[in-house]
């Protein structure tokens, strides 16, 4: 009996040592990480964003994860595709669409797409008005998107339990058979408010279950909003004078207490009116004052207070008024 052992026993010593000697094998992560570019990504991620600490240090998470993954399948180690469709909630004009650029991205460099591309959806794009027009609607979508990202706004318009007639549910349906049967080459990210997902999700279980990333994007501070606006018109060749900077950090206080504030989204629409303001005041100048280049590029106080949100309006809702005040 013991003889019968003994070679049993030479054995696992003889599969011991092959695997210490396999898991002492070295790996460069760094050089997996510098090969994929995805710091690159990553640096321009904060280039575009203001703030957003926590999402970006998510979007590293997962790009840490995604190298790693690729590291142990260099040396061999059997693993599957982690799952890798996300959830992006915030009020509008907090980056989502942008980080969802990005995020496609750094998988397309990973190698975990083909493309790399995103493609945008809303209920329309997906949801069908009659029996038989829903499931080829977001077949067509889901298309569209593979190899990269789909992009699914206000996601929750999807599912209407109220309405008996309403073909959300079979969209929704198939986006899990595809998003569980193509999870190595498609990345699907639901979008909207954050309560309104909740519900979605709750009454969603499957879904939930398939969306294993949750990501919250908070609204801008008023300090943030002001270095938003100064990026922007760097980026337009344009500037704030002294006195218009502390009339646009007015204006940010201001406009975030009215109705309808959508972050970023409402700081760039309050720069294009200003530009307006500026461009006609300086039109306005012809054939009495010289133009120079450095007011070309400056915008002054006069553009920024003649809004009608120091009025407690919120300017651009009504056509009929115009927005040069």
């Known amino acids: 009996m013991a003889s019968s052992?003994?070679?049993?026993?030479?054995?696992?010593?003889?599969?011991?040592?092959?695997?210490?000697?396999?898991?002492?094998?070295?790996?460069?992560?760094?050089?997996?990480?510098?090969?994929?570019?995805v710091q690159q990504v990553l640096e321009q991620l904060d280039r575009e964003l203001i703030g957003l600490r926590p999402v970006k240090t998510r979007i590293r998470e997962i790009a840490a994860l995604l190298v790693v993954d690729r590291a142990r399948?260099?040396?061999?180690?059997?693993?599957?595709?982690p799952s890798l469709h996300m959830s992006f909630t915030g009020r509008p004009g907090t980056g989502k669409t942008t980080v969802a650029a990005r995020m496609s991205q750094i998988l397309h460099r990973l190698g975990y797409v083909r493309k790399g591309h995103v493609v945008t959806a809303t209920r329309d794009n997906l949801v069908g008005q009659y029996i038989g027009h829903t499931a080829p609607k977001t077949r067509e979508m889901l298309k569209k998107a593979m190899g990269g990202v789909l992009f699914i706004d206000e996601a929750y318009y999807l599912y209407?339990?109220?309405?008996?007639?309403?073909?959300?549910?079979?969209?929704?349906?198939?986006?899990?058979?595809?998003?569980?049967?193509?999870?190595?080459?498609?990345?699907?990210?639901?979008?909207?408010?954050?309560?309104?997902?909740?519900?979605?999700?709750?009454?969603?279980?499957?879904?939930?279950?398939?969306?294993?990333?949750?990501i919250d994007f908070p609204d801008y501070t008023a300090e943030e909003l002001l270095a938003i606006a100064k990026l922007i018109l760097a980026e337009e060749n344009y500037r704030f004078s002294e006195e218009a900077s502390a009339a646009f950090a007015d204006y940010i206080q201001?406009?975030?207490?009215?109705?309808?504030?959508?972050?970023?989204?409402?700081?760039?629409?309050?720069?294009?009116?200003?530009?307006?303001?500026?461009?006609?005041?300086?039109?306005?100048?012809?054939?009495?004052?010289?133009?120079?280049?450095?007011?070309?590029?400056?915008?002054?106080?006069?553009?920024?207070?003649?809004?009608?949100?120091?009025?407690?309006?919120?300017?651009g809702l009504d056509p009929s008024k115009p927005i040069t005040g």
């Open 5 to 37: 052992e003994q070679p049993l026993q030479a054995n696992t010593s003889s599969n011991t040592s092959s695997n210490e000697s396999t898991d002492d094998t070295p790996v460069n992560l760094e050089a997996a990480y510098e090969g994929a570019q």
């Open 73 to 81: 399948k260099q040396v061999g180690l059997a693993t599957t595709a």
């Open 160 to 214: 209407r339990p109220e309405n008996e007639r309403d073909y959300g549910a079979e969209a929704i349906e198939i986006l899990l058979q595809v998003m569980e049967a193509n999870r190595d080459d498609l990345v699907v990210i639901f979008a909207g408010y954050k309560d309104r997902m909740d519900v979605f999700y709750q009454s969603n279980p499957g879904l939930s279950s398939r969306v294993a990333n949750h």
């Open 254 to 315: 201001r406009r975030m207490q009215l109705p309808f504030f959508a972050n970023a989204r409402s700081i760039r629409n309050a720069i294009d009116r200003a530009r307006m303001r500026q461009a006609n005041r300086l039109f306005n100048r012809l054939g009495s004052a010289g133009v120079t280049k450095r007011d070309l590029i400056t915008l002054e106080a006069e553009d920024i207070t003649a809004s009608r949100v120091f009025a407690g309006e919120v300017e």
